[in-house]
């Protein structure tokens, strides 16, 4: 499916919930990524971001439907998801140094799972420490190791 079908499909998502937004679409082998303009980002963001994800996981099944393959879908509304992927850069960076310190386990609760993501990409190829994840849905942690 070419890129202009996503474009013309996303617009018509946010047409539809009465939201205007400009946009920007970028496509790779698995994730499409759209970048919003709009007034409208706290109620596109949603508490604790809550609704944005829900948001993505709507418009992938759209355009999973429409173009018969599945592809995850991500959506930037005002720098939101960069200022927190930098937030939990720092939140890795700060468990790390607490493991070493204690020379213990450190538990990261409460993260959702592409924000576990972020903090396992931070510290992957860190010769100190590992992380792993734990534990079944909401009850999932992260966990910084020393090595």
Same mark, same amino acid.
């Given at each position: 499916?070419?890129?202009?079908?996503?474009?013309? $499909?996303?617009?018509?998502?946010?047409?539809?919930?009465?939201?205007?937004?400009?946009?920007?679409?970028?496509?790779? +082998?698995?994730?499409?990524?759209?970048?919003?303009?709009?007034?409208?980002? !706290?109620?596109?963001?949603?508490?604790?971001?809550?609704?944005?994800?829900?948001? $993505?996981?709507?418009?992938?099944?759209?355009?999973? *439907?429409?173009?018969?393959?599945? &592809?995850?879908?991500?959506?930037? @509304?005002?720098?939101? *998801?960069?200022?927190?992927?930098?937030?939990? +850069?720092?939140?890795?960076?700060?468990?790390?140094?607490?493991?070493?310190?204690?020379?213990? +386990?450190?538990?990261?609760?409460?993260?959702?799972?592409?924000?576990?993501? @972020?903090?396992?990409?931070?510290? $992957?190829?860190?010769?100190? @420490?590992?992380? +792993?994840?734990? !534990?079944?849905? *909401?009850?999932?942690?992260?966990?910084?190791?020393? &090595?």
């Amino acid at each position: 499916m070419a890129k202009y079908k996503y474009i013309k $499909q996303i617009e018509k998502f946010f047409n539809t919930l009465g939201i205007s937004t400009g946009l920007k679409v970028t496509e790779d +082998e698995d994730l499409v990524s759209v970048a919003l303009e709009t007034e409208d980002t !706290g109620i596109i963001i949603g508490y604790h971001g809550e609704t944005l994800e829900a948001l $993505q996981i709507v418009l992938s099944l759209i355009l999973a *439907k429409a173009s018969g393959e599945f &592809k995850r879908v991500s959506i930037e @509304v005002g720098d939101y *998801k960069k200022n927190r992927e930098e937030w939990l +850069e720092k939140l890795a960076y700060d468990a790390k140094e607490k493991a070493l310190f204690n020379k213990k +386990e450190v538990y990261l609760t409460d993260l959702k799972a592409w924000e576990r993501r @972020v903090v396992h990409i931070a510290l $992957q190829n860190d010769e100190e @420490v590992s992380t +792993e994840s734990s !534990g079944e849905g *909401k009850e999932r942690v992260l966990i910084v190791k020393p &090595k």
